[in-house]
């Protein structure tokens, strides 16, 4: 999510977009925490070894969104076996 912000928002777009996530947490009552990260990198090279699948660790750093939302949830709504990750490149 956060480099979809930083490709079609610009700073001041993307902390409104950002403000309404925390509105909504504040008006359903839930403590909701965000971690954001964007990268600035034209470098094609050093953005696929970054985002490489083939990387376990990264498949499962990308996965543990899923199990920290169980966590949250207290059951386990999500199977980390029913989830596959995909990337894709968009210049």
């Known amino acids: 999510m956060g480099n979809s912000i ?3 928002y610009q700073r001041s777009e ?3 977009f950002l403000a309404r996530f925390k509105s ?3 008006f359903s009552n839930i403590d909701c925490n965000f971690i ?3 990268d600035i990198c034209h470098e094609e090279a050093k953005i696929h ?3 490489n699948l083939n990387s376990p660790e990264f498949v499962e750093y990308l996965l ?3 199990s920290q939302a169980n966590a949250a949830l ?3 709504v999500f199977r980390l076996e029913d989830w596959k990750c995909e ?3 968009d210049k």
């Open 49 to 51: 070894q970054a985002y």
């Open 64 to 66: 543990n969104a899923l």
């Open 24 to 26: 909504a947490c504040q």
């Open 87 to 89: 990337s894709q490149f």
């Open 6 to 8: 930083a490709n079609f």
């Open 36 to 38: 954001l990260s964007t």
């Open 74 to 76: 207290g059951k386990d």
């Open 14 to 16: 993307a902390s409104a």
